[in-house]
């Protein structure tokens, strides 16, 4: 799924996990670990995804797929059940 959000938007965590592919919890699980950056903003608590940093965080992803991918012998998109 291609999700789109226009340029000033920003997104909540489930929001961005939409975004991204994954589940709340799994994205949440890498950005308290350290696996990807935090959000640049946050209010209240909250971290507050813009689309600059959407599209960095799919690339980190696609990245890391690839990688843990080559290991395996997955592609990218059977990693998740590896």
Known sequence: ???????GHVMT???AAEALGLR???FEYLL?????????IRVGGRRLF?????TNLRTILA???QRV??????G???VKSC
């Open 69 to 74: 991918g080559a290991n395996c012998g997955c």
């Open 13 to 15: 965590t489930p929001e």
């Open 24 to 26: 709340p919890h799994q």
């Open 76 to 78: 990218p998109k059977e």
């Open 63 to 65: 990245a890391k797929n």
């Open 32 to 40: 308290r670990n350290k696996f990807l950056p935090e959000a640049a």
């Open 50 to 54: 813009t689309q600059e940093e959407i």
């Open 1 to 7: 799924m291609s999700f789109q959000i226009s340029p």
